[in-house]
């Protein structure tokens, strides 16, 4: 199955931001025994590309590895050359789309407005990420009004009691980040628990869908 497919098929991305570069495996243990299977690891967190390299070498065959909070070209090419299959963006840059889908990845950018929207679409990205999605699935719903076809991400504010209203809203996949991992907790065995069933949580949730 390719990347994009996927992402369409199993619908969350997990937000992986500034936990300790030694507790990543086994926090995507957790998640993976949970039912969560494509994780993005944010390029604001330490030693990022060196965790994003040995989770592409430890885990490749069962995860689906990304890179998110890329900013432009040169960190999108930095981070597919140390094994993302997908880049994510927070905000709408045309090179970084470009660079992305020239070495064969799935491009996710950030945008907001509907101009924005429809430029990221129209210069080849795959999903738009809708972000910040805390102003209400109401949003992406009128945004789905004129723009069926363009795939939509919410991401920034989904959680188990909204998730469906952006479902019904239109949307194609999730961004879930702090509602699944709160990176300010030690990442202990009970703690990691919680993280597998709120995993499997979300993943019962699309299941549905």
Do not use: C
């Not at 490749?60 to 070209?73: E, F, K």
């Not at 949307?171 to 990176?183: E, T």
């Amino acid at each position: 199955m390719d990347t994009l497919t996927s992402i369409l098929k199993h619908k969350i991305v997990v937000i992986i931001r500034g936990i300790d570069p030694d507790d990543f495996l086994k926090v995507a243990d957790a998640l993976l025994e949970g039912g969560l299977n494509i994780m993005e690891i944010t390029l604001n967190s330490k030693n990022a590309l060196s965790v994003l390299k040995e989770a592409a070498l430890q885990l490749g065959d069962q995860l689906l590895i990304g890179a998110g909070t890329v900013l432009n070209a040169v960190s999108a090419k930095e981070a597919i050359s140390a094994g993302a299959k997908f880049i994510v963006s927070p905000s709408l840059d045309i090179e970084t789309i470009r660079a992305t889908k020239q070495l064969g990845a799935v491009s996710i950018p950030g945008a907001f407005t509907a101009t924005e929207i429809l430029s990221a679409y129209n210069n080849g990205a795959d999903i738009i990420k809708v972000f910040p999605a805390s102003i209400g699935a109401n949003y992406l719903r009128d945004l789905h009004g004129p723009f069926p076809q363009i795939p939509m991400m919410p991401t920034g504010g989904v959680n188990l009691t909204n998730i469906r209203e952006f479902q019904k809203a239109g949307a194609v996949a999730y961004g879930i980040g702090s509602a699944l991992i709160d990176a300010s907790q030690k990442m202990t065995k009970d703690y990691l628990i919680q993280v597998r069933e709120k995993a499997k949580q979300f993943a019962e949730v699309v299941k549905g869908f």
